[in-house]
């Protein structure tokens, strides 16, 4: 079937503009997380969404960064007034149900969409 | 807090030589850990996890991995890689029950060289 979907594939951008960036999950996955790799690191936590209610988004930058799952589906990544340090590849991930009492679930990631402010 | 270290950022291997691609983890608790595999320009790919009970991982590619509590290591092995087996690979884990936030390495580039 379908795995996770994540456009743009890329975009290129103007600091101080906004980007959204959208993920589609696999269909009848109610978990979905936001991960951000910069350059020569591993992906790093943004943000984790239990059907439609970000259940931590501990891992936001700030707070020019946000993120919407209106319909407990498809997230958008929103980023007010970029800066070059945000450029990086922004990933997406769902699991089917949550961590639950076990974090045992495998995260199935999208291709990501790599970010460049200039 | 947890953290993981990839020690190797570029291994070199030839066609069908052995390969061991190296993790250490940090943890207070009991960690579940993971191996993924990231192709160019694709997304990451579950190789194997390590959740409870033999500590011996056999995931798919013909890869596998060995958890050793004592030395809080989960080093990746493959008896004889191929060209293919290029990519980036990074170890992860998570806090154990409940838990749902990855921690990753910072990643091990692998050349299989012909």
């Known amino acids: 079937g379908a795995g996770v979907s994540q456009t743009p594939s890329n975009k290129v951008t103007e600091k101080g503009k906004y980007v959204e960036l959208r993920c589609d999950p696999i269909?009848?996955?109610?978990?979905l997380y936001w991960y951000r790799q910069s350059l020569g690191q591993g992906p790093e936590f943004l943000i984790y969404?239990?059907?439609?209610?970000?259940?931590?988004d501990s891992g936001l930058p700030n707070d020019r960064f946000f993120a919407v799952r209106p319909e407990g589906s498809v997230s958008t990544l929103k980023i007010q007034r970029t800066e070059r340090g945000d450029s990086a590849v922004y990933l997406c991930?769902?699991?089917?149900?949550?961590?639950?009492?076990?974090?045992?679930?495998?995260?199935?990631f999208g291709p990501g969409t790599r970010l460049l402010v200039l | 807090a947890q953290s993981v270290t990839q020690l190797d950022s570029q291994v070199p291997v030839f066609e069908e030589a052995p390969v061991e691609l190296r993790c250490n983890y940090s943890?207070?608790?009991?960690?579940?850990l993971f191996w993924y595999v990231q192709y160019p320009n694709q997304g990451l790919q579950l190789l194997l996890k390590?959740?409870?009970?033999?500590?011996l991982v056999k995931g798919i590619n013909g890869f596998e991995a060995e958890f050793n509590k004592s030395q809080t290591s989960f080093h990746l092995r493959k008896p004889s890689v191929h060209i293919s087996d290029t990519a980036e690979y990074f170890c992860?884990?998570?806090?154990?029950?409940?838990?749902?936030?990855?921690?990753f390495g910072k990643g091990t580039k692998l050349s299989v060289i012909p």
């Open positions: 991930a769902s699991s089917l149900k949550g961590p639950g009492l076990a974090g045992q679930e495998t995260q199935y």
């Open positions: 269909s009848g996955h109610t978990a």
């Open positions: 969404f239990q059907g439609t209610g970000a259940a931590d």
């Open positions: 943890s207070s608790v009991s960690v579940y």
């Open positions: 390590y959740l409870s009970g033999s500590t």
């Open positions: 992860a884990l998570k806090m154990g029950a409940g838990s749902y936030q990855l921690t």
